[in-house]
């Protein structure tokens, strides 16, 4: 039994030193892990969409149904509801995004890779664009949305839902 637990051990300081040790293999395993990163910043930034993008579009749907609150079951009150959702799921995307791919941030997972910086950066605008039409919707004491100035506004912000609900489906491949 004292040969058993002796052999154990030599295996387990060899296997030890082999994962300290210098050399070519520790470098290939560096190398293969930069690949592994890019891959997997691709998955977590497509994440960060997919964790609050569908709830986004959803809302979105619903303000786009009662866009002239003269459908049925389109009230002020739900209609005004939805805007503060719509508001706060467009900050928590952006944020979720932010998260992934600012350094200064904990849950940092790389740069965001070439292949997707594009839509990466589409996305993030457009998500912050709809946060500022939010603002100006709200700023403009649009308690009626009929009223002038708010139906401007109102058009305003269903366009820039529409445009960041189609970058979302645009990360589907990502998906």
């Not at 002239?68 to 719509?86: A, E, F, Q, R, W």
């Not at 109102?154 to 839902?161: C, F, H, K, L």
């Amino acid at each position: 039994m004292a040969e058993k637990v002796r052999w154990m051990m030599v295996v387990a300081a060899l296997l030890m030193a082999g994962g300290c040790g210098g050399g070519d293999d520790g470098a290939q395993d560096r190398a293969s892990t930069s690949t592994t990163e890019q891959v997997s910043s691709v998955e977590h930034i497509a994440t960060a969409i997919a964790q609050s993008g569908p709830e986004f579009q959803e809302t979105a749907e619903q303000i786009s149904a009662c866009f002239t609150l003269d459908s049925p079951g389109c009230t002020s009150t739900i209609y005004g509801l939805n805007y503060l959702s719509l508001q706060l799921e467009a900050q928590t995307l952006a944020l979720n995004m932010q998260n992934v791919a600012d350094p200064g941030v904990a849950g940092y997972q790389g740069p965001v890779p070439d292949e997707i910086a594009e839509l990466y950066n589409d996305t993030f605008a457009a998500a912050q664009q709809l946060d500022y039409a939010m603002e100006s919707f709200n700023n403009g004491g649009c308690v009626d949305i009929t009223q002038p100035n708010c139906s401007t506004l109102n058009t305003t912000v269903q366009i820039r839902a529409d445009q960041l609900s189609s970058l979302i489906d645009a990360w589907s491949p990502y998906l």
